[in-house]
């Protein structure tokens, strides 16, 4: 099974920083697309940042060069630095990891992988 876990959440004072992690289960016949969303109270899950398996990443306008998506060498765990953040900032943060076919190889996890969340509050 693949179950991500995120750990890192805390509360700071708006123009603070955060780091992220987020670890799951990896498997050689697999390659993986991880990301981060958010959802704050009584809005919708938004996407918040992504890193595909040959490592090119997308970031949200609203997070765009305040934020940054990493993973390890070994690509076991991934990361979420945020920096400048904002009260509006303020969610639980959700890691989602979709597995692939690694080249010839089948990947036997083909759906995404959500985590429980872990919760970052900014306060002003």
């Known amino acids: 099974q693949v179950q991500p876990v995120e750990s890192g959440g805390g509360s700071v004072q708006s123009g603070g920083s955060l780091r992220l992690s987020c670890s799951a289960s990896?498997?050689?016949?697999?390659?993986?697309?991880m990301s981060w969303y958010r959802q704050a109270p009584e809005k919708e899950r938004e996407f918040v940042s992504g890193?595909?398996?040959?490592?090119?990443?997308t970031y949200a306008d609203s997070v765009k060069g305040r934020f940054t998506i990493s993973q390890d060498n070994a690509k076991s765990t991934l990361y979420l630095q945020m920096n400048s953040l904002k009260p509006e900032d303020t969610a639980m943060y959700y890691c989602?990891?979709?597995?692939?076919?690694?080249?010839?190889?089948?990947?036997?996890?083909?759906?995404?992988?959500w985590g429980k969340g872990t919760l970052v509050t900014i306060s002003s």
């Open positions: 990896k498997y050689i016949v697999c390659t993986y697309a």
């Open positions: 989602k990891v979709r597995p692939r076919n690694n080249g010839p190889f089948i990947c036997p996890f083909d759906m995404d992988y």
């Open positions: 890193i595909d398996s040959d490592g090119s990443t």
